[in-house]
């Protein structure tokens, strides 16, 4: 990284990052793992696995719901449509990348 970036700052654009996710509904998990290799359940896990790693506990429902600001199954029954075979495609070329 060419300059370090303040855990201050992380913590805002983290929060950014969640409350946009929030908002933006229309951008399907699968769609951004199409694009960018993550969704807002990679996220999740990823804050799971930073909280076990500062001695905290967290749940991956807990994180979840956390990210996704309701719990998982609302989320998913009120937001996320069958997935194409287009879009399993994109997502598996584009996770390939994370290797």
């Excluded at 699968?30 to 960018?36: E, P, R, T, Y």
């Excluded at 998913?76 to 997935?83: L, N, P, S």
Aim: charged share 30%; hydrophobic share 40%; proline share 1%.
């Amino acid at each position: 990284m060419a300059k370090e970036i303040s855990d201050a700052a992380a913590a805002a654009a983290f929060r950014r990052l969640v409350t946009h996710l929030q908002h933006r509904h229309d951008a399907e998990n699968i769609d951004l793992m199409g694009l960018a290799g993550f969704c807002r359940n990679c996220l999740a896990d990823w804050v799971m696995e930073a909280t076990s790693a500062e001695g905290g506990e967290m749940t991956r429902d807990e994180a979840r719901e956390a990210i996704h600001g309701m719990p998982m199954a609302d989320w998913k029954a009120k937001y996320q449509g069958e997935a194409t075979e287009e879009q399993l495609k994109k997502m598996k070329e584009s996770v390939a990348k994370n290797a």
